[in-house]
Each structure stands twice: as C-alpha cells, then as structure tokens.
C-alpha cells in the first residue's frame, strides 16, 4: 500500500514510518526543509519536501496513496512564536484532511491527544469523558482540541477520519525530545531534584504505533480510540528509572503551589525576557493538578491494541537516549554496567 505519513521525523510518526516500510508499505513522508531526518534515514522511505501549512506540497506528496497518518503537530508546552502552534496545530490538519479528501484518500487515521479526553473528579477518563475546556491549559492542548473537532467534522461527511489519541509514549527515536521524553531525559540529566504529586497514562510508543495501523485497519470513521496503557504516578515512573539505571530517584515531593510559582517566574525569565524555552513548563505543571488516568479499554477491545510491558519501554528510552549522546560520558557509563 502506498500510504503518506506526516510529522514523520518526529517521535510517533518517526516510528510508524519506520514500522510501515518495515511490512512492505510504500511510505512517502512529508518532511520540512532542513528538519532533523534522523528518524527515517537510510530506511527506504521517500522524502517530499513541503509542510502542512504549504497545500501544494500535500498535494504533491499524497498523490498515489491509499492512505493517509496525519501525525505531524506542533508538540511542545512553550514556543517563541504560540500563534504558530495553532496554525500548525489547526491549519495544518485542516490542509492535510481537504487534501486527502480531494485525492480522493480511502482511509484517514488523525493523531489527537490524550489532553482533549476529559477526566472525570473520581474514575478513569475515556472516550465519551465530556472535556472541561477549562483543563485546555496553552496553545499546545487547545490548539489540539479545535484540531480534533476539524477532524470529526470531516469525519461527520462522507470522508473516512479516525481518530487515535494517544496517552504519553516512551521508546526510541525521541530526537527532539517530546515532552515526554523530556521527563526521561531530566532524569538521566539529574535535573530532578524534586517531583509533584500528579499521575498519567504511559505506554510503549511501539504499542501506539500498532494502535494507528489497527485504527486504519478496524477503527471506525468518527470514533475516537485512546492508545495507553498503565496509569502511573510521576513518583512510580522515576522509581522505575531508577530502578533501571541505579540512579537514585528524587525523594522530596514539591507542594503544586511552589511549582506553580516557580514555573511562572521561569517563564517570565526564560521564555519572555532571555527568548529560551524555560525549565520548568507551565502549561504541564497546570493540567499536572489532577492525574490523567484513562482507560484504554476501547482501544483494546476493538482494535485489538497490545500492552507491552512499560518498564521495557522505559528500558528501551533510557537506552536510546544514552546511545545517541544525550547523557554525559560518565553518567553514561553508570547506566550502562547497570542496564545491561
């Protein structure tokens, strides 16, 4: 099958890419000019310069296919310039979406969040959660929740959209890093002197990237399907890496407020007045309040989607990470004698 996958030079679609060329696809990537290409290099996978906010370059890339990934976003809690989130965001899935439609694509997979699946007081979050737009903290979630009614409005004609919402993924390939990943890596960096009180959903990105083949496979049009796993607390998660890499995991709990405070004052100094992404991200410390568990249950009944141990993932992030020079050498070799 001839399929487009944009964002592709990113974490998610970094690594369906790989996993789709991997079976056989013809995989035809939309990549920017001058982007990081680390994620599909030497992989086989063709290479159409263009962006999501150019429709010609679309147009171009998507002739021929059968099928369409719109992975490509703007992931990121801080930006110097927030308003180019949301067009890349909003406008860009718009593009993509008119530009399947016109090509006459057979089946859409749209990659949401799991940041626009409501969590209720008490109870796991799931697909029919109704949403407080008051928890839509940023350019990043909002820009993501007007995303994903564009994509259910095509979906509401006659164009086949589905769409996956994918909860906090770890593995390889995290060149930039996500968010995410970030939260791997500061670990690693010993840039966590301190943890919050809060939770969330993790899951082996290898699992997420067979959820969006089995959405496109069996996923209904216009339903959405939550790709996780286990729910976590951050504290569970730096035992885990602890665990991993003998690594000691920060003992003292901060209280919200401190971090709130913190968190605003570095924005004001990093973000506004030096122009450099801050420490300490506001937006993921405000929707951090409240835990985001969910239930996957959705995803694994209908679509089969599997759950793979989270520890192997995290085993397999830490890994990468020291193997492509994010960590110094000798924190590096520390890991090594302990995660082997």
Not at 60 to 76: K, N
Not at 147 to 161: C, D, H, I, R, T
């Amino acid at each position: 099958m001839k399929i487009l996958v944009t964002g592709a030079t990113g974490f998610i679609g970094g690594n369906l890419a790989r996993e789709l060329r991997r079976r056989g696809d013809d995989v035809q990537a939309l990549v920017r000019p001058g982007s990081n290409r680390l994620t599909i290099q030497d992989t086989g996978i063709n290479q159409v310069e263009g962006d999501i906010l150019d429709r010609q370059s679309i147009d171009r890339a998507i002739q021929g296919c059968e099928a369409v990934y719109h992975v490509a976003a703007a992931y990121t809690f801080w930006s110097r310039d927030p308003t180019g989130v949301s067009r890349a965001n909003v406008q860009g899935t718009i593009n993509v979406l008119e530009a399947a439609r016109q090509a006459g694509v057979s089946r859409t997979v749209y990659t949401s969040t799991v940041g626009t699946i409501g969590i209720p007081q008490t109870g796991l979050g799931d697909e029919n959660t109704p949403l407080d737009l008051k928890s839509l903290h940023g350019y990043y979630k909002n820009s993501k929740h007007l995303a994903e009614q564009k994509a259910l409005a095509f979906a509401a004609g006659v164009m086949p959209v589905v769409i996956v919402n994918p909860t906090l993924p770890v593995g390889p390939w995290d060149v930039k890093p996500t968010p995410t990943g970030k939260i791997v890596l500061d670990f690693l960096r010993r840039k966590v002197p301190a943890y919050l009180k809060t939770g969330m959903n993790i899951v082996d990105v290898a699992d997420v990237v067979e959820g969006h083949i089995l959405a496109l496979e069996k996923g209904k049009p216009r339903e959405r399907y939550i790709l996780g796993n286990q729910n976590v607390s951050l504290k569970q998660i730096f035992d885990m890496l602890s665990d991993l890499t003998g690594l000691p995991a920060p003992r003292i709990r901060a209280p919200y407020w401190l971090v709130v405070g913190v968190g605003y004052a570095d924005r004001f100094i990093e973000g506004t007045l030096l122009r450099r992404e801050p420490a300490i991200p506001i937006e993921g410390v405000l929707a951090s309040k409240h835990p985001a568990y969910v239930s996957c249950d959705k995803a694994i009944n209908e679509l089969g989607l599997p759950q793979s141990s989270v520890t192997d993932a995290l085993k397999q992030s830490v890994n990468w990470f020291v193997d492509h020079g994010y960590v110094s050498g000798k924190i590096q070799e520390r890991i090594r004698s302990d995660i082997a």
